[in-house]
């Protein structure tokens, strides 16, 4: 995507939502939503239009595990690292998938196809440990089943 087209994007997102009352997260979603991250050059945008800083823009944009400032792969696997999912060998979990993966969280595979990012809940505790591939979350994993779920996931996208 050419550069005019993210400021576009931007702009769109900014005068669409402008008026609301506490628009910096509904601009913030839709430039996520239409670009698929939000691009650091164009931070200080928001902020002048909504009269803040580049630190409190930057702030939330770096506070929401949602917003991120690098494209993302076509799929996201998130790998859950809370205390429960940890106690039931999230460890082992998260080492398999960065393995399977070859790249460390916040990276995306060579291929530009999966991006690995932390997750601090799932909410699927009683599950545990659990990850989430796209919008679907996965639980009582064991590293072998986590290695068929990326497998699978491959082998779609061939």
Known sequence: MIASTKHQAVLTAIN??????????????????????????????????????????????????TFTTKPHGQHVIEVCRAESCQAKGGREIEAAVKEALGVDYEQTTDDGQITLEPVYCLGNCACSPSIKIDSQIYGRLTTQSVEDLIQSLRSEQH
């Open 16 to 65: 669409d939502n402008k008026e609301l009352e506490g628009a910096l997260l509904p601009i913030l979603h839709q430039i996520q939503h239409d670009l698929g991250h939000i691009p650091s050059e164009h931070v200080a945008d928001i902020a002048e239009a909504l009269n803040l800083s580049r630190a409190e823009v930057h702030g939330v944009v770096s506070f929401y595990h």
